[in-house]
T-cell receptor, first 117, second 113 residues
Framework: AQKITQTQPGMFVQEKEAVTLDCTYDTSDQSYGLFWYKQPSSGEMIFLIY??????QNATEGRYSLNFQKARKSANLVISASQLGDSAMYFCAMREGGASTGNQFYFGTGTSLTVIP | DSGVTQTPKHLITATGQRVTLRCSPR?????VYWYQQSLDQGLQFLIQYYNGEERAKGNILERFSAQQFPDLHSELNLSSLELGDSALYFCASSVAGGKREQYFGPGTRLTVT
């Protein structure tokens, strides 16, 4: 089974609108972390937001928020007030494991977001 | 600019050769991670070092090895290169053992011909 599933290969959003990028994960660990990264066409990977499995509140970083639904094993990224510069590939990732077993990191296949003026 | 540096930016080499990719983490970061991004495999975690010691292994081939030096910079060695090793190799760093965000370097684009 895939550890991270991103079912939207491509998404379009109108400038200034909000958009939700979907991510579901699969783990049996109690302690894990969820990440979102942005990869513009230039290729670098930019950290956006992090959610720990024990965090009770949804993470927020500026225009980014993570809609964490633990029972559904979903960690959707919400981008508010989209900007043209948000056009990029977005990756959901998970860390599982710990000090004794070692961390493992898994990435989804990504969602390509295009912001339309 | 994440503060993580990687050299070289581009590398073109032939099958069967050996190359070394270098990474300097952000100042103060003790953990270094290596990832491979290719069209067919996507982003894959290869290996993690923490303060000079191997902490975790992912999908790293036996032909690949890495180390982290006392000054915390890291090197990824790829040997007996095959066409399928052509990829973008990222190094990332974090303060601690990976519980929070990692900061990625710009990557090294390896082309094996």
């Amino acid at each position: 089974a895939q550890k991270i599933t991103q079912t939207q290969p491509g998404m379009f959003v109108q400038e200034k609108e909000a958009v939700t990028l979907d991510c579901t994960y699969d783990t049996s660990d109690q302690s894990y972390g969820l990440f979102w990264y942005k990869q513009p066409s230039s290729g670098e990977m930019i950290f956006l937001i992090y959610q720990g499995s024990y965090d009770e509140q949804n993470a927020t970083e500026g225009r980014y928020s993570l809609n964490f639904q633990k029972a559904r094993k979903s960690a959707n990224l919400v981008i508010s007030a989209s900007q043209l510069g948000d056009s990029a590939m977005y990756f959901c990732a998970m860390r599982e494991g710990g000090a004794s077993t070692g961390n493992q990191f898994y990435f989804g296949t990504g969602t390509s977001l295009t912001v339309i003026p | 600019d994440s503060g993580v540096t990687q050299t070289p930016k581009h590398l073109i080499t032939a099958t069967g050769q050996r190359v070394t990719l270098r990474c300097s983490p952000r100042s103060g970061d003790l953990s270094v991670y290596w990832y491979q991004q290719s069209l067919d495999q996507g982003l894959q975690f290869l290996i993690q070092y923490y303060n000079g010691e191997e902490r975790a292994k992912g999908n790293i081939l036996e032909r690949f090895s890495a180390q982290q030096f006392p000054d915390l910079h890291s090197e990824l060695n790829l040997s007996s290169l095959e066409l399928g090793d052509s990829a973008l190799y990222f190094c990332a760093s974090s303060v601690a053992g990976g519980k929070r965000e990692q900061y990625f370097g710009p990557g090294t684009r390896l082309t094996v011909t």
